[in-house]
């Protein structure tokens, strides 16, 4: 099917830590302190811009210089102050990469899944349906976990857990 599963912009709905299924496992579904900001698209997002590049009216947090990204850090100080971001960023990523990287093994080898994202099976079990939301949900988020580590993380392993027993 070419396009079964959450909206293309959930980032409202991860920030929320809501939105996707909440399958039992061994971990909780708690929520980042990004939920607690107020107006936090534009908080973080429109922070002091960087130029035209990153911040302001662009939305963008980062911005490719010299082929690298630059994060554009002005609206993560209020709470990170002190704080190593890029870091921290490169941690959360490599984490939340790494459970998607699981999860998609899982629903290709059960065959709910394709290599482009889309599901195949007409039918399959609750669970693996719910898996194959939450993977798409934080797939869709784009964030890599920054909007919400704790929620994509509980979505992640719970799936694989259910999907493994």
């Keep these: 099917y070419f396009r079964w599963g959450p909206h293309h912009g959930p980032q409202g709905n991860m920030i929320a830590g809501s939105g996707g299924l909440g399958i039992e496992g061994c971990d909780s579904y708690t929520n980042s302190a990004h939920s607690n ?4 698209c534009v ?3 429109m922070a002091e811009p960087f130029g035209a590049q990153a911040g302001g009216h662009t939305m963008k947090m980062g911005y490719q210089y010299h082929g690298s ?3 554009n850090e002005a609206g993560c100080v209020a709470c990170h102050e002190g704080d190593d971001l890029e870091t921290m960023m490169e941690a959360m990523e490599t ?4 459970y998607m990287a699981d999860l998609r093994d899982v629903l290709l080898t059960r065959g709910v ?3 482009s994202n889309y599901i195949v099976a007409e039918t399959m079990l609750m669970k693996e349906a719910g898996a194959v939301w939450n993977y798409l949900l934080v797939l869709e988020d784009r964030s890599k976990g920054a909007h919400n580590k704790k929620y994509a993380r509980a979505l992640l392993l719970n799936s694989i857990e259910a999907l493994q027993e």
């Design 95 to 98: 984490e939340v990469d790494g």
């Design 37 to 40: 900001i107020g107006n936090t």
């Design 43 to 45: 908080t973080c997002h």
């Design 69 to 71: 990204l630059v994060l």
């Design 113 to 115: 899944l394709d290599s």
